[in-house]
């Protein structure tokens, strides 16, 4: 069976995001200045073959724990769907 994991990762809290302090001026210089704090990070999708839900779930955790995140400076999260 397929599976549809659609993953978001961010930049941990604690950690400064450059990137999205360079997208909050450049908004702020566009007279934008209602937006604050923008974080930015990766969505990913990717499909998965598995004999069920749990065994996918615990497929996208390792790639995501052993390639697609880095724990010390990133979180993520996921959902999983049958296609």
């Not at 599976?3 to 400064?16: G, N, T, V, Y």
């Not at 990766?42 to 390639?67: G, P, R």
């Not at 995140?69 to 296609?83: D, G, Q, T, V």
């Amino acid at each position: 069976m397929k599976f549809i994991a659609e993953i978001d990762i961010m930049p941990l809290k604690a950690l400064l995001d450059p990137q999205g302090r360079a997208v909050t001026s450049v908004l702020k210089n566009m007279g934008m200045p209602e937006f604050e704090n923008v974080r930015i990070g990766k969505h990913i999708t990717l499909e998965v073959e598995a004999d069920a839900e749990e065994k996918a779930k615990l497929k996208v955790e390792e790639a995501c724990k052993k390639l697609l995140a880095n724990p010390i400076m990133e979180s993520f999260h996921y959902s999983l769907r049958a296609n």
